[in-house]
Nanobody, 126 residues
Framework: DVQLQAFGGGLVQPGSSLRLSCAAS????????VTWFRQSPGKEREGVSS???????YYADNIKGRFTISRDDAKNTVYLAMNNLKPEDTAVYYC????????????????????WGHGTKVTVSS
């Protein structure tokens, strides 16, 4: 069974931290760029952070300095550490693997990704 599974979401208060995990089974993440996206109710799915196979990272402006993406290729897993969470971070978070042969330009373009996780919900509320 080929899948990406995102987990680690939950209900937290503003200012709290969470770490999301994106674990792959049946497919390798090692040579691929992986990106976290999120989607809030009524909004388009947006790119949050990407990590290339060479560990170069990219962040959306609205989370820069608060979120950190990392990867453990031995565990076939990518992480998103989220600190100082705000209510506007409330969303379902998805991870996705960049399609084979896709270039690194505009990594937040959803159409570049061939495998998607089912998403994990993050709710930030007091």
């Amino acid at each position: 069974d080929v899948q990406l599974q995102a987990f680690g979401g939950g209900l937290v208060q503003p200012g709290s931290s969470l770490r999301l995990s994106c674990a792959a089974s049946g497919l390798s993440l090692e040579r691929y760029t992986v990106t976290w996206f999120r989607q809030s109710p009524g909004k388009e799915r947006e790119g949050v952070s990407s990590i290339r196979n060479d560990r170069e990272t990219y962040y959306a402006d609205n989370i820069k300095g608060r979120f950190t993406i990392s990867r453990d290729d031995a565990k076939n897993t990518v992480y998103l550490a989220m600190n100082n969470l705000k209510p506007e971070d409330t969303a379902v978070y998805y991870c996705a693997r960049l399609g084979y042969g896709a270039n690194w330009a505009n990594l937040f373009e959803k159409g570049k990704y061939d495998y998607w996780g089912h998403g994990t919900k993050v709710t930030v509320s007091s």
